[in-house]
């Protein structure tokens, strides 16, 4: 992985002023940093800065919200992108995670100020606000329809909301500490909730039941995940089928014909389950520092690692043919495979980016600093 390039948050704003500076630099591993500096000769006709960079820089194309850096010694490319708009009347405090409707016109957030609130997508016009959590919300998502909220708090409970009238229709029980994670299954008939019990369990949103624990990893399950399988992952065929109710029969076979789940807990292990056997491991993962990882399922070795910094990974979202990242340092990145240059998201001055989502063209973040940023990619 090349050299990772780094600019001032807010390159964007610095650059629009006559003679106006922000620094940028490139980290090669094992190397000594290289710094630099770019500056604004003036404003164009048509709005945007004209900037040259220091030596060792490289500015290759700007337009009014990005700027592409190059660093040909350490064949290091960036494209910076700042945001369209920022939200700062949402939170007060740390916004801890955030989901946006499949219609695009709602997004979901929760707080450490212990709130979880609905607004516009568009201006983050307030809507709703869901009260009900003790403590704080840890995860919240929308279901498919964009008119349901799924939510997970420190009070080990798991709750659904109606996005119109901001209604707690049904609360889950049965974890015994605070619930980190949520995925829902198909269009949401049943969710899967990953638990600092170290247990991931499968409920039946109709019956308002836990259909039982699906994995116990021992430790805090961090993050689950639920997704559909293809021919080139062998899920394995059950032994005996579990003495379990005949609905949860269903949504294993299911589960285990169609989809796959991953389960990531804080032992550094991902454990990919068969849920068509109680708890039978696929294949495990074993993770060792603050890296993004491709990997071949079948040799079980990563394909490329990606390591931008120690800071830790945060949130890995699925975006096109390639992922959207976030880390504690700010750093929120795009890699696509066919671009030979990252996509950098910038405005969070190093403070963690907790959380990223998407709809269409758009991208929204959430951050410690209590703003959430959007971005558009036709800025690009």
Same mark, same amino acid.
């Given at each position: 992985?090349?050299?990772?390039?780094?600019?001032?948050?807010?390159?964007?704003?610095?650059?629009?002023?006559?003679?106006?500076?922000?620094?940028?630099?490139?980290?090669?591993?094992?190397?000594?940093?290289?710094?630099?500096?770019?500056?604004?000769?003036?404003?164009?006709?048509?709005?945007?800065?004209?900037?040259?960079?220091?030596?060792?820089?490289? !500015?290759?194309?700007?337009?009014?919200?990005?700027?592409?850096?190059?660093?040909?010694?350490?064949?290091?490319?960036?494209?910076?992108?700042?945001?369209?708009?920022?939200?700062?009347?949402?939170?007060?405090?740390?916004?801890?995670?955030?989901?946006?409707?499949?219609?695009?016109?709602l997004g979901v957030s929760s707080s450490a100020d212990g709130s979880?609130?609905?607004? /516009?997508?568009?201006?983050?016009?307030?809507?709703?606000?869901?009260?009900?959590?003790?403590?704080?919300?840890?995860?919240?998502?929308?279901?498919?329809?964009g008119l349901v909220v799924l939510s997970g708090g420190m009070d080990? /409970?798991?709750?659904?909301?109606?996005?119109?009238?901001?209604?707690?229709?049904?609360?889950?029980?049965?974890?015994?500490?605070?619930?980190?994670?949520?995925?829902?299954?198909?269009?949401?008939?049943?969710?899967?909730?990953?638990?600092?019990?170290?247990?991931?369990?499968?409920?039946?949103?109709?019956?308002?039941?836990?259909?039982?624990?699906?994995?116990?990893?021992?430790?805090?399950?961090?993050?689950?995940?639920?997704?559909?399988?293809?021919?080139?992952?062998?899920?394995?065929?059950?032994?005996?089928?579990?003495? !379990?109710?005949?609905?949860?029969?269903?949504?294993l076979q299911l589960l285990h014909f169609s989809l796959w789940l991953?389960?990531?807990?804080?032992?550094?292990?991902?454990?990919?389950?068969?849920?068509?056997?109680?708890?039978?491991?696929?294949?495990?993962?074993?993770?060792?520092?603050?890296?993004?990882?491709?990997?071949?399922?079948?040799?079980?070795?990563?394909?490329?690692?990606?390591?931008?910094?120690?800071?830790?990974?945060?949130?890995?979202?699925?975006?096109?043919?390639?992922?959207?990242?976030? /880390?504690?340092?700010?750093?929120?990145?795009? !890699?696509?495979?066919?671009?030979?240059?990252?996509?950098?998201?910038?405005?969070?001055?190093?403070?963690? !980016?907790?959380?990223?989502?998407?709809?269409?063209?758009?991208?929204?973040?959430?951050?410690?600093?209590?703003?959430?940023?959007?971005?558009?990619?036709?800025?690009?």
């Amino acid at each position: 992985m090349a050299a990772p390039l780094r600019i001032q948050s807010d390159w964007a704003q610095a650059l629009r002023k006559d003679e106006g500076e922000a620094w940028l630099s490139c980290h090669p591993p094992g190397k000594p940093t290289l710094y630099g500096s770019l500056t604004c000769q003036g404003i164009g006709l048509d709005g945007i800065p004209e900037v040259t960079a220091s030596e060792g820089f490289i !500015v290759n194309e700007i337009n009014k919200k990005s700027i592409h850096i190059s660093c040909p010694e350490e064949n290091a490319s960036s494209k910076f992108l700042a945001p369209y708009t920022t939200f700062s009347r949402i939170h007060s405090k740390s916004i801890t995670c955030l989901d946006i409707s499949s219609g695009g016109g709602l997004g979901v957030s929760s707080s450490a100020d212990g709130s979880m609130k609905i607004w /516009q997508a568009s201006n983050g016009e307030l809507r709703r606000v869901l009260e009900g959590h003790v403590f704080d919300v840890n995860c919240c998502r929308f279901f498919p329809s964009g008119l349901v909220v799924l939510s997970g708090g420190m009070d080990a /409970q798991l709750k659904i909301w109606s996005a119109e009238d901001a209604s707690c229709v049904v609360t889950f029980k049965g974890h015994k500490g605070g619930i980190l994670d949520t995925a829902i299954v198909d269009r949401g008939r049943n969710v899967v909730s990953g638990s600092r019990d170290g247990t991931a369990r499968l409920w039946d949103c109709g019956r308002s039941a836990c259909l039982g624990v699906i994995a116990d990893c021992g430790s805090s399950i961090n993050g689950v995940a639920v997704g559909a399988a293809d021919n080139s992952i062998n899920l394995g065929s059950p032994e005996q089928m579990p003495s !379990v109710p005949l609905c949860w029969l269903r949504c294993l076979q299911l589960l285990h014909f169609s989809l796959w789940l991953l389960v990531i807990g804080w032992d550094t292990r991902w454990k990919h389950l068969s849920a068509g056997r109680e708890e039978s491991e696929v294949f495990r993962f074993e993770l060792s520092d603050c890296s993004y990882y491709s990997w071949n399922h079948i040799k079980r070795v990563p394909v490329q690692v990606i390591h931008r910094s120690g800071a830790p990974v945060l949130s890995l979202l699925s975006f096109r043919d390639g992922f959207i990242a976030s /880390q504690g340092d700010g750093s929120c990145f795009i !890699v696509q495979q066919d671009l030979d240059y990252l996509i950098e998201l910038t405005g969070a001055d190093c403070d963690p !980016v907790y959380k990223v989502a998407t709809w269409e063209k758009q991208i929204y973040t959430c951050c410690r600093d209590g703003l959430v940023r959007r971005y558009q990619l036709s800025d690009l």
